[in-house]
């Protein structure tokens, strides 16, 4: 069987070999404590289960849905974002919700990108951003993310050659993983550099909910002159725990928003109705639990600084996102150091390296680990250092 040149260019899996080793530690009987799941641990709210149940037994909600969604949650979307950021969105032109947010990530790649064009996107960084550029005969120019700038990408020192070739830049705050936030200054500055050299910008900004210590992210459609060139992605997954419920939107420039429309319009039919209504209760409902979550979130967040500042590893407490993004001890690599937490303390991080190459040096932990779990991992950790020759 000859399978397409795409598909075989698919990045290999770059966890097998951390996947294996868990497996086989599980095998044996051996329990180990993972600190590498994205995903909340905490339920999603009841009164949005409610509604979904509820709309779940209406007949009406049985059928196809319209591939563009019902009006009523693309005006909740559209309230939601001028109550949260004080901006306006035509819900009819300039949102247009979806299969979850990288449904979209994905797809909107096919809607900029073509053979020979570059992809900018952010290393490390959510892999879906290059993958697509690659999927839709295009290159990924990776932008290093680093310590020393922030976090940022040096949009400056972008060559012209690659600039002359790229259509799109893709930027991630709060950052996954880096746990990095951007301000409007920085946003600005991408919106005026993209216009510069006739980018589109996509920013993904799943954690916008996700903050610490009181501190608000930004919109980058909050940013001047976004609405000319960018989109939004944002997701009812990490603010409202919904992640197996497939379930996010696009926000932002019309002449975008509709590309997307049309691409999506000839491969899904759509987001299951009842999912839409309970996006709808979880965007116009009460919002004491994203503060609740956030409260959790923060608490383990202290916990585990304090025990990784303890043992050697440094990590700055996250004001946003579910991660605490953690420098590796002297003598180590990214996935020397997750193997030997496996190995001796039967703990599972996620190596930095696995999120591109500018990753290396560094390991992720998530703070979606439940409270029992977290205790136990926290002793492990601690015991960490002893093992050490
Ligand atoms: C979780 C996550 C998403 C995807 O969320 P969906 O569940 O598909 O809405 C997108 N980008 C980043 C950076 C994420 O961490």
């Not at 974002?81 to 009819?92: C, H, I, K, M, T």
């Not at 939004?232 to 992640?243: I, Q, V």
Request: overall charge negative; hydrophobic content about 40%; proline content about 7%.
């Amino acid at each position: 069987m000859r399978l397409a040149k795409r598909v075989e260019k698919l990045p290999p899996y770059l966890f097998v070999e951390i996947s294996r080793k868990i497996a086989e530690k599980k095998a044996r009987g051996e329990e180990v404590i993972s600190f590498a799941i994205g995903d909340p641990d905490i339920p999603t709210p009841k009164h949005v289960i409610d509604r979904l149940c509820e709309a779940a037994r209406d007949p009406a909600n049985h059928r196809y849905p319209e591939s563009d969604s019902l009006p009523q949650l693309r005006r909740a979307v559209a309230q939601w974002y001028e109550r949260r950021f004080g901006l306006s969105f035509d819900p009819n032109k300039e949102v247009l919700p979806l299969i979850g947010s990288k449904e979209g990530i994905g797809h909107i790649a096919f809607c900029f990108i073509g053979s020979g064009d570059i992809a900018l996107v952010p290393d490390p960084g959510y892999p879906v951003y290059s993958v697509s550029a690659l999927l839709a005969d295009g290159e990924p120019y990776y932008l290093p993310l680093r310590e020393e700038n922030n976090w940022l990408p040096d949009l400056d020192a972008i060559p012209k050659d690659v600039l002359e070739k790229a259509r799109l830049l893709w930027i991630n705050y709060p950052n996954n993983p880096t746990a990095a936030v951007a301000d409007l200054e920085f946003f600005n500055r991408a919106v005026h550099f993209a216009k510069q050299h006739d980018l589109v910008v996509c920013h993904d900004g799943p954690y916008t909910e996700v903050a610490y210590d009181g501190y608000q992210p930004v919109s980058f459609m909050q940013a001047d002159g976004a609405m000319d060139i960018g989109v939004e992605f944002h997701s009812l997954s990490k603010s409202y725990n919904m992640t197996g419920w497939r379930i996010g939107m696009a926000v932002g420039n019309a002449t975008m928003i509709n590309a997307l429309m049309r691409l999506k319009s000839n491969l899904d039919s759509g987001i299951p109705q009842a999912i839409q209504y309970a996006a709808i209760e979880a965007l116009n409902g009460p919002q004491d639990c994203i503060h609740e979550h956030n409260a959790i979130y923060e608490r383990r967040r202290n916990l585990i600084i304090e025990v990784l500042n303890d043992i050697g590893l440094k990590a700055e407490p996250p004001k946003a996102s579910l991660y605490i993004w953690a420098k590796v001890p002297e003598g180590y690599n990214s996935m020397d150091f997750t193997a030997d937490l496996l190995d001796q303390v039967g703990v599972a991080v996620t190596p930095g390296v696995g999120y591109g190459k500018s990753g290396e040096g560094y390991v992720r932990l998530s703070l979606t680990i439940p409270d029992a779990a977290l205790v136990k991992g926290l002793s492990r950790l601690a015991n960490w250092r002893s093992t050490r020759r």
